[in-house]
């Protein structure tokens, strides 16, 4: 007879693994060809039943996962999950985006634990409550203060995250009404871009940003979405475009911008020329009847096709590395074995050592 505690474990598992994979019950049993009923199945879910190797072996091939992932006992849970509000995901999505983030950040959290070098995380806001657009500029310019940024762009805003101590994941989604999302753990924030977000590095870089925002501020009870929205792009137009820098390169009280300046400001702070025309409107560098026009005009053109000039000739990476850099490094000085590894990174075996192989040349 199998312990209570090995079935609840195998249990959460299964759901987990099933809901990654996006299946209802009825699709699982049919998966693995009836041979387990989709009542049986919820019952292997609470905890009720265990099933046998063979039925183990086939459920973790439908759901594409190795047989101990589904004995591995849970080391890291969500304490809260914070999609947009203003974005409409279906329930499916939204549980198989909270699982795929849950399994990788647990596994990136077994591997700081070998090693030995977890991250703490500290707000570095000394007051993170914000409720009007002058006090988002305030946290803005505050955190990179504290981060010692001075005012120049910042060149990469993952591996600046990640540097600090707070996890990323790029998520595999074919919803495009998904591009971010962060939650907060035990064992620190954790922020998920979409990873069709590398089409535009400059979007995922202010969605990145965005999600940052999202982490570190406090909102009123009861504040408008739409209202915490605009205070988050304001956060994040300020981190991106620092004021003093900003206005320097755009020049003061323009009445017209030309394209190859636009173009030439976007490739320097690493943002669209949509979000140079917003940050130059706060800071009252173009009037309303020359933003008018880009809106009508530009704007409204590039919005359609939803691309920018100068959008293919920005030079980024913003590709979250350290998770996968510690476990080449643990694995270079055998303190996990190479099956471990490719584990951890969700690779096949002959992927992961030949990967190994390059790197440790």
Avoid at 161 to 187: M, P, V, W, Y
Wanted: aromatic fraction near 8%; proline fraction near 5%.
């Amino acid at each position: 007879m199998t312990h209570p505690a090995q079935r609840e474990i195998f249990g959460r598992r299964l759901r987990q693994a099933r809901r990654m994979s996006g299946l209802s019950l009825r699709d699982v049993s049919e998966g693995i060809g009836g041979a387990v009923s989709h009542a049986a199945l919820a019952k292997y879910e609470k905890g009720e039943m265990m099933p046998n190797s063979t039925v183990a072996s086939d459920l973790a091939r439908i759901l594409n996962q190795p047989v101990d992932f589904f004995f591995r006992p849970p080391q890291l849970d969500f304490k809260t999950v914070r999609f947009r509000k203003m974005v409409r995901l279906s329930k499916t999505v939204e549980a198989s985006l909270r699982e795929q983030a849950l399994d990788y950040f647990e596994r990136y959290a077994q591997i700081e634990a070998v090693l030995g070098v977890a991250k703490p995380f500290r707000n570095p806001l000394r007051s993170p409550v914000v409720s009007t657009p002058e006090e988002a500029e305030a946290r803005a310019n505050e955190l990179r203060k504290a981060w010692h940024l001075g005012s120049d762009p910042i060149p990469d805003v993952v591996e600046l995250l990640e540097n600090k101590g707070i996890k990323i994941q790029e998520a595999q989604t074919e919803d495009r009404h998904f591009d971010g999302l962060c939650a907060s753990t035990d064992a620190g924030p954790v922020i998920v871009i979409a990873a069709w977000l590398n089409e535009n590095l400059l979007r995922k870089r202010m969605t990145t940003v965005h999600e940052l925002a999202h982490v570190l501020l406090r909102m009123p009870e009861g504040i408008d979405a739409k209202v915490e929205e605009r205070l988050v792009a304001r956060f994040a137009g300020a981190f991106l475009l620092p004021a003093e820098t900003f206005r320097e390169e755009f020049g003061h009280s323009r009445t017209a911008v030309t394209l190859h300046e636009l173009i030439q400001l976007k490739l320097h702070f690493g943002v669209s020329i949509t979000a140079i025309i917003m940050r130059a409107t706060q800071l009252g560098l173009i009037n309303a009847a020359t933003a008018k026009r880009f809106w009508s005009g530009w704007g409204a053109q590039w919005r359609k096709a939803q691309k920018e000039p100068g959008d293919e000739d920005y030079c980024g990476r913003e590709i979250p590395a350290r998770f996968p850099q510690l476990v080449f490094r643990a694995a270079a000085e055998e303190m996990i074995s190479l099956s471990r590894g490719a584990s951890l990174l969700g690779q096949r075996l002959g992927d992961f050592r030949s990967e190994l192989q390059k790197a440790c040349r």
